[in-house]
């Protein structure tokens, strides 16, 4: 395809490469997990439905990091891969500032700075990505496919018949949806935490998003700010940028690409955040708190002026939950499987959220296929023992670059860009998720009926940082390290 985002497609297999599983699947949430889990079943063979909570698949929202690794399966379906490219910001700009205005990277390509850090710019680890248009990109492919979707069917209950080996979700209104396997794509306040986890619920993490995405013509209230925040570079001027700004307990990014500007803030909560899209606060509750927990330096005027020009009912105040890393993923049976955020939340900072979700996806709907109807509670159990110690360390990994982000060592900066900006080790993003599933699925599911534990098994090389050992861990853990100033603790292994 000629584009820094290809895929190998020599090994394609799009839809009908497969013969039908005869597997029946219900998938519970229209994320990016719920939506790959789709289009990827039913290239795998097996029957899909959706169930979705709203009236409509929300496809609004601002930018957010998308893998190397989540896109390899894109190589199956090439209107998803040109439509990826299409979209993608290959000649992005990046620029580093102090949280108080001082500018302390200049500007430089995105394929500049892969460089500088010995990488190669032609397979960058991810890019930056607007939400609406790849969700809308995911969504008129699934529409293409004929996807049987049923709305406003909010799902509280999760069950399973293990005489029948059916798994049964229920909705608010007393409705009962049955399939051989239902995925919950639910996000972090999935009910089905109850049948698979116990009552190990998500928890406030104390922190929060301000997030805004709005047409850049509202920049012409205000020149000085147009200047600063509608400058884009490159030789006609017109090529995205993305402008960081770090300080004490905060980070904040600006995206202007043509036409558009968004910007994100991470925050101490303020009491009217919200896990919801559609949650919206004013300017000046943004402005009168973006000061707090930062220290004696203010934010940059700059900004603040901002955060004024954006419009009404457009700010979301998005709050970050998170759960401890839980091995248990599915229903005793190995009926129910949770995928994405209802398996394993993640901070903003780990660049992840997305990554690990669509991962999942690809994941599940490979182990099904490969293990056929008759061994689907087998299937199930090794695709988790394939993600688990992965997203465990990639969890891990963003608590680490939130204290980068937030607790830079501007001295050290100067010398090395990449102390400024999130890890983004090669055993994240050097991935296949549906290649590593066929070549180690019977080594792995061997592994489960021996009996081996998962941080046991020798057989398989590891998806997850090389030399490491899993030892659990607790989001309690962690936040007291921070709070006595402690590094976090990644472990063993080689991280970098």
Same mark, same amino acid.
């Given at each position: 395809?000629?584009s820094v985002y290809d895929t190998d497609t020599d090994d394609s297999k799009p ?22 889990? %789709? ?42 891969? *040109? ?57 008129? *492919? ?31 209104? @007393? ?55 509608? *400058? +884009? ?25 043509? @036409?558009?500007?968004?910007?994100? +803030? ?64 599915? %229903? ?7 995928? @994405? ?64 982000? *937030? ?22 993003w050097k991935y296949d998720p549906e290649k590593y599933a066929y070549e180690n ?37 962690? +936040? ?17």
């Amino acid at each position: 395809m000629g584009s820094v985002y290809d895929t190998d497609t020599d090994d394609s297999k799009p839809v009908g490469s497969y013969p039908p599983t005869g597997i029946d699947v219900l998938i519970v949430g229209t994320g990016l997990a719920g939506l790959t889990a %789709s289009i990827e079943c039913i290239r795998k063979g097996h029957n899909v439905r959706m169930l979705e909570r709203m009236d409509d698949i929300n496809t609004a929202g601002d930018m957010y990091f998308m893998g190397h690794s989540a896109i390899q399966f894109f190589r199956h379906w090439p209107d998803l891969l *040109q439509e990826y490219d299409n979209i993608s910001m290959g000649n992005a700009w990046l620029e580093t500032f102090k949280h108080s205005g001082e500018r302390t990277i200049p500007p430089m390509k995105v394929s500049d700075r892969l460089r500088r850090a010995g990488m190669d710019p032609n397979k960058p680890p991810g890019a930056f990505q607007m939400r609406p248009l790849v969700y809308k990109m995911f969504v008129r *492919q699934v529409k293409k496919l004929g996807v049987d979707i049923q709305f406003g069917k909010k799902v509280v209950d999760y069950r399973e018949d293990t005489s029948r080996e059916k798994a049964i979700a229920i909705t608010d209104q @007393g409705e009962q949806f049955e399939a051989d396997v239902v995925i919950a794509a639910d996000g972090v306040g999935s009910k089905s935490q109850k049948l698979v986890g116990g009552e190990v619920r998500a928890r406030s993490s104390g922190r929060a998003m301000w997030r805004a995405a709005f047409d850049s013509e509202h920049l012409e209230k205000n020149q000085e700010v147009k200047k600063f925040f509608g *400058q +884009m570079y490159g030789e006609n001027n017109d090529e995205p940028v993305i402008r960081s700004f770090l300080g004490p307990g905060t980070y904040a990014l600006a995206l202007t690409r043509p @036409g558009t500007l968004i910007w994100i +803030m991470n925050h101490d909560v303020t009491g009217s955040e919200e896990e919801s899209w559609t949650h919206t606060v004013e300017s000046d509750e943004v402005v009168d708190n973006m000061d707090k927990g930062v220290g004696a330096e203010p934010w940059a005027p700059m900004f603040k002026e901002l955060v004024k020009l954006t419009p009404p009912r457009t700010i979301l105040n998005f709050e970050l939950f998170w759960r401890n890393p839980q091995p248990s993923w599915c %229903s005793p049976s190995g009926r129910v499987i949770q995928i @994405g955020d209802a398996a394993h939340s993640f901070l903003p900072a780990s660049g992840n959220g997305a990554t690990q979700a669509i991962e999942d996806a690809v994941s599940l709907a490979t182990c099904l296929q490969i293990g056929g109807k008759e061994n689907i509670p087998l299937s199930v159990r090794t695709h988790i023992r394939f993600r688990f110690v992965r997203c465990a360390c990639a969890q891990k990994l963003g608590f680490s670059n939130a204290e980068l982000l *937030q607790d830079t060592d501007w001295n050290k900066v100067k010398s090395d860009y990449k102390l400024a900006q999130p890890k983004m080790p090669k055993w994240i993003w050097k991935y296949d998720p549906e290649k590593y599933a066929y070549e180690n699925y019977d080594k792995m599911a061997e592994a489960i009926r021996q009996g081996v534990p998962y941080d046991e098994v020798t057989t398989i090389p590891p998806n997850y940082p090389p030399g490491y050992k899993y030892h659990p861990w607790s989001i309690d853990q962690i +936040m007291e390290d921070v709070r006595a100033g402690k590094p976090v603790d990644l472990g063993n292994g080689d991280w970098d």
